[in-house]
Nanobody, 120 residues
């Protein structure tokens, strides 16, 4: 009954913005760290960002620092990834995943992903 559902992906021009959402059901986000990951064709899955359950720790991949921002709304049981100044290399399927309390390497409760395509 644990579920994460991503939404908000789409086609955007370089320099544009998107806001991805990760909605949780079956558990409350305030007990879990939530990470954003992405998988581009021909590449391994990479971590994009992560926020601890308390919100006190936020991590970003070097490739997205200054352009992407992770946030959470516990009242809505939703985590967001605001994506600005998008580049073609940001094109990928974006996934969210949950881990108890702290960010780490062994995430579970993966969503199905949402496609982000950055192209002119």
């Amino acid at each position: 009954q644990l579920q994460l559902v991503e939404s908000g992906g789409g086609l955007v021009q370089p320099g544009g913005s998107l806001r991805l959402s990760c909605a949780a059901s079956g558990f409350t986000l305030n007990n879990f760290a939530i990470g954003w990951f992405r998988k581009a064709p021909g590449k391994e899955r990479e971590g994009v960002s992560c926020m601890s359950s308390s919100g006190g720790s936020k991590n970003y991949a070097d490739s997205v620092k200054g352009r992407l921002t992770i946030s959470r709304d516990n009242a809505k049981n939703t985590v967001y990834l605001q994506m600005n100044s998008l580049k073609p290399e940001d094109t990928a399927v974006y996934y969210c995943a949950a881990r108890k309390r702290l960010c780490g390497v062994d995430f579970g409760s993966w969503g199905q992903g949402t496609q982000v395509t950055v192209s002119s």
